[in-house]
């Protein structure tokens, strides 16, 4: 086995190419019409950009030699100058290669190599201003991704962007899946699966599978101090970047010299490469806080499907749910079966009246009376469990920003590491600051809540604490720069099967799989055994599944969000909950389509074993699974949670089946998957092979 030093190469492994004659000659005459090209660097993709004679900047993508991006524009509109989008030539071109390999400090892998192509564009407007505009490309052999970046200059200082006129122009006909943008929701809807063609403007990441059966999903990465990018089809195939607004007619203002973020296309034959790509992580910037050790990956129990199934309340009164005596009951719990923390909702002064959409009256330090959060945070600590601190604001990010020290140190003082913060309110109803000190409305991406999510995210790490975001700012992989950022929600998650309308339907998971999750992880709050609520569907999936989505759906933190009854009355299957793993040495994808079904297969960081997720849709499936991933040569107990005789998502949906049998890497299993169900696999090492 290689060790760190040896798989962790030391530093940038970065050889610059000579600039071709013709880019050096322009550099010399001035900016000049012309075009650019690299590839890969196993030759998968390649791209060329060109300046032609009128100035408009264009680029145009090839997969193994054949179209995939027809001739898309780039440029802006902006609020106060005329626009960055014609007279432009290139001033300079340079290509340079990168390799090497970087540890996460938690995550679905441990390892990731970073191996791709540069190249960088100087843009010069060829009259007038004579202003800057750099585009740098990033050319993996899974995906490809470009910024704007500008340089300081006299002409221009402040840039107020109005528009971003960043297009993908999709060469063939497909299908996507995509969510709407700009609804009152945010990002909580049912996937649309339609025609490429017939997409209206959508958030990202966008998946589409084209003709050929090549997949693609466009997203964004290192989203800093900018506004979200959402996706507008403009005609057939061709979409233009829509930036999410601002608090004026700019979308963005920025000081140069600064970057946009990265807009990211990962390609892949199968669906399951989407998922496997770390394009997304690769380009942020490296771990800033160094040693994370005080956070740790772990599951956790909570004080919260109560709520959503109206047993009780978030608001003081009969109905309390965050007492002190429930609390310390989830505390026993906790301790007795191995969970690292327990999720308290509705401690906190602030619940009582209107406090959705204004969280003027939230308290993150005064709990509620019946709350003795001395008494809970010495006897949690007592037993070896955290509390999870929750800190609801209704999106007011402005009211939450004046309390966030006073927030955190009190944790710290409580030594609690996780904090789940929510910002619930209609889309372009968050608050917050404006440059004068006021409170103003916005929206749940815009540039001022990016900065929001960065202050929050800073705040936390000087006083040791990790961020769990709901309502969120979307992923766009910072957690490789600030590693306590480490979940999200950001998509309809398992609430909306207590009383949603309409609920989850068994698609949606294998639809988060290709879409949602390949921005990063999800707070998801899978392991629901009580299986009637207050919607008639109920929950519209079996146990094994639940069980499955452990394994399926990644998150450093998965809660087991059921009932405590629920769990006590029904051992065997919680056995599995207890079982599984949160932070993997290796993550690989046996199968999937988008919207079908998905087997995902992940190895233990902490020890050798390896767990395997399989779920479906509202289709029954026999699927296989080569157990080539295992050590060869070792004998492993397969611990098997598989769909029961008569499985369904409507009419049986406990039915379980709970076997074990001994296995190696030479084997194939059979996965019998019920309609809306799934199958959850432990592998426990054993031994070496008899021979």
Do not use: C
């Amino acid at each position: 086995m290689l060790d760190r030093r040896s798989l962790i190469t030391a530093g940038a492994a970065v050889a610059a190419l000579p600039a071709p004659a013709a880019a050096q000659d322009a550099a010399t005459a001035g900016p000049q019409p012309g075009s650019a090209t690299a590839a890969s660097p196993g030759g998968v993709l390649s791209v060329e950009v060109t300046a032609d004679k009128d100035g408009f900047v264009a680029y145009s993508v090839n997969r193994l030699g054949k179209p995939v991006i027809a001739p898309s524009r780039l440029g802006f509109l902006l609020t106060d100058a005329r626009k960055l989008e014609r007279a432009f030539g290139i001033l300079d071109q340079t290509v340079t290669g990168h390799d090497d390999t970087w540890e996460q400090p938690w995550g679905e892998r441990r390892f990731i190599r970073n191996r791709y192509t540069e190249l960088r564009l100087q843009f010069q407007e060829r009259w007038g201003l004579m202003r800057r505009m750099d585009v740098v490309f990033r050319l993996y052999d899974d995906g490809l991704s470009f910024r704007y970046e500008f340089p300081e200059q006299d002409n221009l200082e402040t840039v107020r962007i109005g528009a971003e006129l960043t297009e993908f122009n999709i060469v063939d006909a497909g299908t996507a899946w995509w969510l709407p943008a700009f609804e009152y929701n945010r990002a909580e809807y049912l996937y649309n699966k339609t025609p490429i063609s017939a997409v209206g403007v959508s958030q990202t990441p966008l998946t589409m599978r084209l003709e050929d059966g090549t997949h693609l999903s466009i997203h964004e990465a290192a989203l800093v101090d900018y506004s979200g990018m959402n996706l507008r089809r403009v005609e057939g195939g061709k979409f233009r970047a829509m930036l999410t607004p601002g608090l004026t007619s700019a979308a963005v203002v920025r000081e140069a010299p600064f970057h946009t973020p990265w807009r990211t296309l990962q390609i892949a034959d199968q669906a399951g490469g989407l998922v496997e790509s770390s394009l997304i992580l690769n380009l942020n910037e490296p771990n800033r806080l160094g040693d994370v050790s005080w956070f740790k990956p772990m599951k956790y129990i909570g004080i919260w499907w109560d709520m959503h199934l109206d047993t009780r309340s978030w608001n003081s009164g009969p109905k309390h749910g965050a007492t002190t005596e429930y609390t310390l009951r989830h505390i026993d719990f906790a301790a007795e079966h191995g969970f690292g923390g327990v999720l308290v909702e509705g401690w906190n002064v602030g619940w009582d009246g209107e406090w959705f959409g204004t969280g003027w009256g939230y308290s993150f330090t005064q709990p509620y009376p019946d709350f003795d959060i001395e008494r809970v945070a010495a006897y949690a600590r007592s037993k070896g469990v955290e509390i999870v601190g929750h800190h609801e604001t209704g999106g007011n990010a402005f009211f939450y920003e004046q309390q966030l020290e006073d927030a955190f140190a009190l944790m710290r003082r409580f030594g609690w590491h996780t904090v789940k913060t929510g910002y619930v309110a209609d889309a372009g109803g968050a608050r917050v600051a404006t440059a004068d000190g006021q409170s103003a409305l916005a929206w749940h991406e815009s540039q001022a809540m990016a900065r929001h999510h960065q202050t929050v995210v800073e705040t936390a790490a000087k006083y040791q604490v990790a961020v769990n975001a709901h309502e969120p700012i979307k992923d766009t992989g910072l957690r490789r720069t600030w590693p306590n950022t480490i979940t999200r929600e950001g998509a309809r998650g398992m609430e909306y099967a207590a009383w949603g309308q309409p609920a989850n339907p068994p698609e949606h998971e294998p639809n988060l799989v290709f879409t949602r999750l390949l921005a990063g992880p999800m707070d998801f709050t899978p392991g629901i055994f009580g299986m009637e609520t207050r919607v008639p569907a109920g929950v519209a999936t079996t146990w094994a599944k639940q069980l499955a989505l452990y394994v399926v759906i990644y998150s450093p933190i998965q809660m087991a969000a059921d009932l405590l009854e629920n769990y006590e009355a029904n051992p065997a299957p919680f056995q599995f909950i207890k079982d599984v793993a949160v932070d993997w040495h290796e993550t690989r994808v046996l199968s999937g389509e988008v919207g079908d079904f998905v087997t995902i297969v992940r190895k233990d960081r902490n020890s050798d074993a390896w767990f395997l997720g399989s779920i479906t849709d509202e289709n029954p499936r026999i699927l296989t699974a080569p157990l080539a991933f295992l050590d060869p040569g070792r004998r492993y107990r397969a611990e098997i949670y598989a769909d029961g005789p008569g499985a369904n998502y409507t009419t049986h949906r406990t039915a379980i089946d709970i076997s074990t049998r001994e296995v190696t890497s030479a084997d194939v299993l059979t996965l019998r998957l019920a309609p809306g169900g799934g199958q959850a696999i432990r592998f426990v090492p054993l031994g070496r092979v008899r021979r």
